[in-house]
């Protein structure tokens, strides 16, 4: 098999980790001031370590790519280091606290929108190669069509249905998530390099699997850190027992008991599943197996469904792109027997989690007829039964589910065509690994979220939507043209990747 080797780039930049430590020592010492005044502190300081020396980067040309992943860094460490000032929150702290991953993003959205940064040299090189009407400027203009859209219709149905207010701006933030980091990407791709992106991403993977293995077989660890108050504070409480979260244990049974599941410093082990399947496409981009292999294990650590359908939709495409037809058929085969299995096997030793998800998505399209523009934003859903007493229906548990149950056949049309854009720009991509790594990380949070609502929460979606973003971007017009000359030259089974 002929191949280009992925391009090096650039060292991972230190800095605006760095930044982030300040930040975040920031939010930890200002947890006994007035909610008010944190709000003033936090926002100064995100100001000062991270909205100027974004500015300063777009302004002096330098990479933005370890900045993308700050949102992710966040999310992968929001519930550690809440922890060392639990006692000291009030709900109103807390909840703002929980969401300044996505207020970061919305900021650093508001930059790229507002600035017209210089690009880099590699992307001079390509934007001045022959030009056409280009798939990634439709992408850019349909995903914030669509977001607009969705702001406008959700918050109408959440006057027009009574919803709760907080319950439906919770909703809205992960309605929002994936056309947010979409978003994000495809404006920075300009400023950012996805190979360094998910170079880092790699990095943060090593990084939280082996506290995944230390919390894991360390005993009482989390119990020892009053996992429960931070908990409680945010309203889902733990089990009386064990002290722990009910999802810190598997749904299915061996040999009559639940496993203990690795949750790492997510400390929740759907977020921490769905993160390892993305970081698994990026070692996999990468070329980088044994990053690869400890995200299987971990993975298995995990007992995560979510992460188990992402691999099993990456065996099918693999094959699709670098085997015969033969091989694929027989990976197709084996694939829905391994599923069929696995689905057998949760039937009989499940505590009842798996039908809850599937009954859940069922529900969504059997109620659509009775409530066609759906019960409005904020009233169903498990974020409703945090924040407000939701509606009497069965949909819960489910990402998809969630949409259709609240924005009815508008929320179908809308994530359709955002879905049905960038799938349709992902199989234009000219690579077979461009196209697989796209495919297989759209098709993999699209099987999960299918499932499993909180995979539309910013915590588990961020990571997926921005490497697509920075993948499917408009700037990577030319792309083509030097990528079906260099399949001329090497033949058609050629396994490289361009980067921005």
Not at 129 to 134: E, L, Q, V
Not at 329 to 336: E, P, S
């Amino acid at each position: 098999m002929h191949s280009v080797p992925i391009p090096r780039s650039a060292p991972l930049d230190p800095t605006p980790i760095l930044l982030l430590a300040v930040f975040v020592g920031v939010i930890l010492t200002s947890t006994n001031l007035p909610s008010s005044v944190q709000i003033a502190v936090v926002a100064g300081a995100m100001l000062c370590t991270l909205v100027v020396p974004i500015l300063h980067r777009l302004d002096g040309g330098g990479d933005l790519s370890v900045f993308l992943l700050l949102p992710t860094v966040l999310s992968a460490t929001q519930n550690v280091y809440l922890l060392l000032v639990t006692g000291s929150l009030d709900s109103a702290n807390l909840q703002f606290l929980l969401i300044v991953n996505v207020l970061f993003t919305l900021v650093l959205l508001v930059l790229l929108s507002v600035t017209r940064p210089q690009p880099t040299r590699e992307v001079r090189d390509l934007a001045s190669r022959p030009r056409r009407r280009h798939a990634g400027d439709v992408t850019l203009r349909r995903t914030a069509l669509v977001g607009l859209v969705l702001t406008v219709y959700g918050f109408a149905t959440m006057v027009l249905f009574s919803a709760n207010t907080t319950s439906a701006l919770a909703s809205f933030r992960n309605l929002a998530t994936p056309i947010l980091f979409t978003l994000v990407g495809l404006l920075a791709a300009r400023r950012a390099s996805l190979g360094t992106y998910l170079r880092g991403l790699c990095a943060l993977a090593v990084a939280v699997i082996a506290f995944g293995f230390f919390e894991l077989f360390t005993p009482g660890f989390w119990q020892a850190a009053n996992l429960s108050a931070l908990w409680d504070a945010k309203g889902i409480g733990t089990a009386q027992a064990t002290g722990l979260p009910g999802n810190f244990y598997s749904s299915e049974t061996v040999d009559g008991d639940q496993l203990r599941r690795m949750v790492s410093s997510f400390a929740d082990p759907v977020n921490f599943g769905t993160f390892l399947f993305i970081a698994f496409m990026g070692a996999w981009f990468l070329k980088r197996p044994v990053v690869m292999a400890l995200v299987v294990v971990a993975a298995s650590f995990a007992v995560s469904k979510g992460a188990l359908l992402g691999f099993l939709i990456f065996a099918i495409l693999w094959t699709r792109y670098y085997t015969n037809r033969v091989v694929h058929v027989i990976a197709i085969v084996v694939t829905a027997i391994v599923g069929l299995l696995f689905y057998g096997f949760t039937q009989s030793s499940s505590t009842g989690s798996t039908a809850a998800h599937i009954g859940g998505l069922l529900s969504s399209f059997s109620e659509l007829p009775q409530h066609p523009l759906g019960r409005g934003m904020g009233n169903l859903g498990v974020l409703a039964g945090l924040f407000s007493e939701g509606s009497e229906t069965g949909i819960n548990e489910t990402g998809f589910g969630m949409i259709l149950g609240q924005l009815g056949i508008v929320g179908l049309g809308l994530f359709t065509v955002l879905f049905v854009t960038l799938l349709g720009r992902s199989r234009r991509l000219p690579l077979p690994r461009e196209r697989l790594f796209a495919l297989g990380t759209l098709l993999g949070f699209m099987s999960n979220a299918a499932f499993n609502e909180v995979a539309m929460s910013p915590n588990s979606a961020g990571p997926y939507f921005i490497a697509l973003g920075l993948l499917l971007a408009p700037v990577r017009r030319g792309d083509e043209t030097a990528s079906i000359s260099a399949q001329r030259a090497k033949g058609p089974n050629i396994s490289a990747s361009l980067s921005i």
